[in-house]
C-alpha cells in the first residue's frame, strides 16, 4: 500500500470515528435499560409514552403546513427570478440565507416582540411557528429548487409550451414542475428532517412538537432519550436517503440528455 | 395581400436597437429565410412574431389581424428551437400531442393525429421513447411535427441544425423542406449559415446590424448582391481595389493589369473603385473575349468536390475555386499562373 494511501484510510478512519462512535455509544447506551442485558425497552417505552405520539404528530402537522408553505413561496419565486429577473438572484440569494445569520433565538424573540401583543396578536396561533419554520427552510427549499431549474432550460421550456397555446399555469404544472420532481423532493425532505427535529421556535414559542419533547425527556430520564435520539437520526437519514436514492435516477437520466447533445 | 406581414417592425433593448425598420410582406406558403451573423437581429424579428418580444413599434399582420401585441399561446404560430427544447417528463408522443392536449382536444383525434406527424417524420416506430433515448436529428424531428401538430399558420425555426452534426444537417434541411412543401405552410427559417439559406428557401432576408440588408431569391442575392456586406457575407467574394482607366468602356486597372467590367462604370477616370469577382468565375489559362490576370500561386486547397487556390498578384490575393476532376493537375506553390474570367463576372460595388 502506498503511502498517501495509508494517510488517506488513517484520516478516513479518524472521521469514521468521530462521527459513529458517538452515535455507536448512543444506540448502545439505549440497549442497556434493563440491568445485564440488551433490550429494545427504552424503544418500547419510547413508543408507548403518548406524549410521544402527540408531539411526533404535531411535528408532522408542522413540516406538512412548512413544506407546503415553502413550495408556494420558492418554486413561483425562483421561477420568475430564472425567466424574467436574472438581475435579482443575489438579491434574493442572499434573503433566503438569512436563517443562517440571524440565529433562531433572535428570531422568535422578534417574531415574539412584534406580534405578540395587539394590534396584531398572533401568539395564540401557530402561524408564527410556521413562518419561523418556512424561514429556517429557505436556504434548502430555495437551494434545491434553484439547482432543479437550472438542470433545465426553463426558458426554452416555457416558450416551447407557450407557443403550444398553453397558458403559464399549464406551462408550471405539465412541463416545469414534473421536470423539477426531484429537485422538489430532496426540498421537501431537507425542510421536514429539519422541522422535526426543530427546538428553539417550538420550545421559545410554546407549542408542542418532538423537539422540546426530546429536551424534556432528556432531562427526566436516562434511557428513553437516547432511544428517541436514535429513531430522530435513523428519520433524518432516511429522508436524505430517499433524496440520493431519487436523484441517482434523474442524474444518469439527465446525462443521458446531455449526451445525446 | 400578403398573409403574413411585417410592417415597420423596430425592437429596443434599453439603449441599443435591435431590429430596425423592418418590413416584409410573406405570401401564403412562402419559405422565407433571415440570415445574418450572429447579433443582426435575425432571432429578435423572429421572436416577435412568435410572440416571446413585443415590438417597440410596428405591426404584424397575420391573414388581416394585427397580432403585434397578442400573447404567444394565443396566435398559432409553430415555434423550432435550436435546443430542441423537447420536455423531457413526456414521451415522443406526449411531446407531440401536447399542443393537442391544452387545446383540449378529444383524445382519439389526438392520437390520429400525432400519429399522421410522426408518419411525417417517419419516426411512427419511436411513439413511446423519451426525448433522451433519441439523436439530437431525432429530437428536432420530434420537435418539427410536435410544432407542426396543432396545424399553424405559420412555422417559425430558429437555428434548428445548429446543434447537429454536418452530415445529419443536410439530410434533415431537405426533409424540412420536402415536408414544408408537402404542407404548403408558410415558413420562417433564422440561420447563419448562408448555404442552408440558399438552399433552403424561396427568399432570403440578409440581414445586418437590425436592418435588412436585401430581400431576394437565393440566386439573387448571390449573384446581384446590392450591398457591399451582401456581396462578402453571402459566398466568398474576391474584392480588387482598383484604378478607373475608361470609364464608358468600363476599363479598370489592378496591379498594373488591365481588365473590362460589361458595363460602363460610374466613376471619373483615374477615380478609385472596388470590383466584385466571385472566386467560381474564374479559371486557369487564357481564352478569347475574357479578361486576364497573372500572379504567382500561393495556396492551393483541395476541398473535395472544390479545388480552392490563392493567386498573389501584388499585395493582394485573389481566391480562385476550380471544381475536382479526376484528370485536374494541380499548379504548384509558387508557379505563375494566368487566370480568366467573363468581363459580365466582374462587378463595380458601390461603396459607403
Given at each position: ?61 408542522w413540516?406538512?403546513l ?35 445569520v ?78 423539477l ?81 | ?14 439603449d ?47 391573414d ?27 414521451t ?89 412543401n ?103 489559362g487564357r ?15 483541395f ?39 467573363p ?10
Open positions: 500500500m502506498r503511502r498517501a494511501s495509508v494517510w488517506a484510510w488513517f484520516w478516513f478512519l479518524l472521521g469514521f470515528l468521530y462521527f459513529f462512535l458517538p452515535l455507536f455509544s448512543t444506540f448502545e447506551f439505549s440497549l442497556r435499560m434493563l440491568k445485564g442485558r440488551y433490550t429494545f425497552e427504552a424503544y418500547r417505552v419510547a413508543f408507548t409514552d403518548p406524549a410521544f405520539f402527540r408531539n411526533f404528530g404535531y411535528s408532522l402537522i413540516s406538512v412548512t413544506i407546503a408553505i415553502s413550495l408556494a413561496l420558492v418554486v413561483p419565486t425562483a421561477y420568475w427570478v430564472h425567466l424574467r429577473m436574472p438581475r435579482l438572484r443575489p438579491l434574493v440569494e442572499f434573503i433566503t440565507l438569512m436563517p443562517f440571524v440565529p433562531a433565538v433572535v428570531l422568535t424573540f422578534g417574531l415574539i416582540r412584534l406580534y405578540g401583543s395587539p394590534p396584531i396578536l398572533l401568539t395564540p396561533t401557530p402561524i408564527l411557528l410556521v413562518a419561523g419554520y418556512v424561514v429556517l427552510s429557505l436556504p434548502y427549499m430555495f437551494r434545491a429548487v434553484d439547482t432543479g431549474l437550472r438542470s433545465i432550460d426553463v426558458r426554452t421550456l416555457t416558450e416551447a409550451a407557450q407557443s403550444l397555446g398553453a397558458s403559464g399555469f399549464v406551462t408550471l404544472t405539465r412541463v416545469i414542475f414534473p421536470n420532481r426531484v429537485a422538489l423532493l430532496s426540498g421537501i425532505f431537507l425542510t421536514f428532517a429539519i422541522v422535526m427535529g426543530e427546538f428553539t421556535f417550538a420550545s421559545l414559542l410554546y407549542w408542542p412538537a418532538f423537539g422540546p419533547y426530546m429536551e424534556e425527556i432528556g432531562a427526566m430520564r436516562a434511557y428513553t432519550p437516547q432511544a428517541l435520539s436514535v429513531v430522530s437520526f435513523a428519520l433524518t437519514w432516511f429522508s436524505i436517503g430517499v433524496i440520493q436514492w431519487l436523484g441517482r435516477g434523474v442524474s444518469g437520466q439527465q446525462a443521458q440528455i446531455a449526451g445525446a447533445r | 395581400m400578403a398573409f403574413l406581414d411585417l410592417i415597420g417592425l423596430q425592437k429596443r433593448f434599453a441599443t436597437v435591435a431590429v430596425e425598420d423592418f418590413n416584409l410582406p410573406i405570401d401564403r406558403g412562402e419559405f422565407v429565410a433571415f440570415l445574418g451573423p450572429s447579433g443582426c437581429g435575425k432571432t429578435t424579428a423572429l421572436r416577435m412574431v412568435a410572440g416571446f418580444e413585443v415590438p417597440t413599434a410596428g405591426r404584424i399582420l397575420l388581416g389581424v394585427d397580432i403585434a401585441n397578442r400573447p404567444p399561446n394565443q396566435r398559432n404560430v409553430g415555434m423550432v428551437f435550436q435546443s430542441y427544447a423537447l420536455f423531457p417528463n413526456m415522443v408522443g406526449q411531446n407531440v400531442g401536447f399542443g393537442m392536449m391544452v387545446a383540449k382536444k378529444a383524445k382519439e383525434e389526438t392520437a390520429a393525429r400525432v400519429r399522421e406527424m410522426l408518419k411525417l417524420i417517419q419516426m411512427a416506430e419511436l411513439i413511446n421513447r423519451y426525448p433522451y433515448q433519441l439523436s439530437g436529428g431525432q429530437q428536432q424531428r420530434v420537435a418539427l411535427a410536435r410544432a407542426l401538430a396543432l396545424q399553424p399558420q405559420v412555422l417559425l425555426l430558429d437555428e434548428p441544425l445548429s446543434a447537429l452534426d454536418a452530415k445529419i444537417r443536410v439530410e434533415l434541411r431537405a426533409e424540412i423542406r420536402r415536408i414544408q408537402q404542407l404548403g405552410i408558410t415558413t420562417i427559417y433564422v440561420t447563419h449559415d448562408q448555404e442552408e439559406a440558399l438552399s433552403i428557401s424561396d427568399r432570403v432576408v440578409v440581414m445586418n446590424a437590425g436592418r435588412m440588408e436585401q430581400v431576394g431569391p437565393p440566386f439573387e442575392i448571390y449573384n446581384f448582391p446590392k450591398t457591399s456586406f451582401v456581396a462578402s457575407f453571402v459566398g466568398t467574394l474576391n474584392q480588387l481595389r482598383c484604378t478607373v482607366v475608361d470609364a464608358p468602356k468600363g476599363q479598370l486597372s489592378f496591379d498594373g493589369q488591365t481588365f473590362s467590367t460589361a458595363t460602363p462604370v460610374r466613376a471619373a477616370n483615374g477615380a478609385s473603385v472596388l470590383a466584385a469577382l466571385r472566386p467560381e468565375e474564374l479559371h486557369f481564352f478569347d473575349g475574357e479578361n486576364q490576370l497573372t500572379g504567382a500561386v500561393e495556396t492551393v486547397t476541398l473535395g468536390a472544390i479545388v480552392r487556390m490563392h493567386l498573389r498578384l501584388g499585395s493582394s490575393l485573389v481566391t480562385l475555386d476550380a471544381l475536382n476532376e479526376r484528370r485536374l493537375t494541380l499548379p504548384e506553390v509558387g508557379q505563375t499562373q494566368t487566370v480568366s474570367f468581363p459580365h463576372a466582374c462587378w463595380v460595388m458601390s461603396e459607403g
